[in-house]
Nanobody, 128 residues
Framework: QVRLLESGGGAVQAGGSLRLSCEASGYTVSSYCMAWFRQTPGQKREGVAVIDGDGTLRYANSVKGRFTISKGNANNTLFLEMNSLKPEDATMYYC??????????????????????WGQGTQVTVSS
């Protein structure tokens, strides 16, 4: 059974940093494409960043230059380093995992259909 457990969320001031983690069990992080999404209640779940199985990275325009997605293969964990946080970054963040090496293309990676497994989310709060 695949399980994804996010952690690292919390409350920070604007301009601050957080590092989200997604620990996987029953799943090999290094072998597949994984991503981070975020969702505010009543709104569509938004793709934040993706890392393909070959290490290719893609980011939403809103987070480029501020967020970094990476894998910790030794501990089977996906990370999201978030710097220069803004109030508009505040929401619930979700880890997503696929069963493929790649998750779509530059224009389609943020479609939920590419991802089979989801975590329960971790809350990020950013105060101005």
């Amino acid at each position: 059974q695949v399980r994804l457990l996010e952690s690292g969320g919390g409350a920070v001031q604007a301009g601050g940093s957080l590092r989200l983690s997604c620990e996987a069990s029953g799943y090999t992080v290094s072998s597949y494409c994984m991503a981070w999404f975020r969702q505010t209640p009543g709104q569509k779940r938004e793709g934040v960043a993706v890392i393909d199985g070959d290490g290719t990275l893609r980011y939403a325009n809103s987070v480029k230059g501020r967020f970094t997605i990476s894998k910790g293969n030794a501990n089977n964990t996906l990370f999201l380093e978030m710097n220069s946080l803004k109030p508009e970054d505040a929401t619930m963040y979700y880890c997503a995992a696929s069963r493929g090496l790649y998750c779509g293309t530059t224009d389609s990676w943020n479609s939920r259909g590419w991802y089979t497994y989801w975590g329960q989310g971790t809350q990020v709060t950013v105060s101005s």
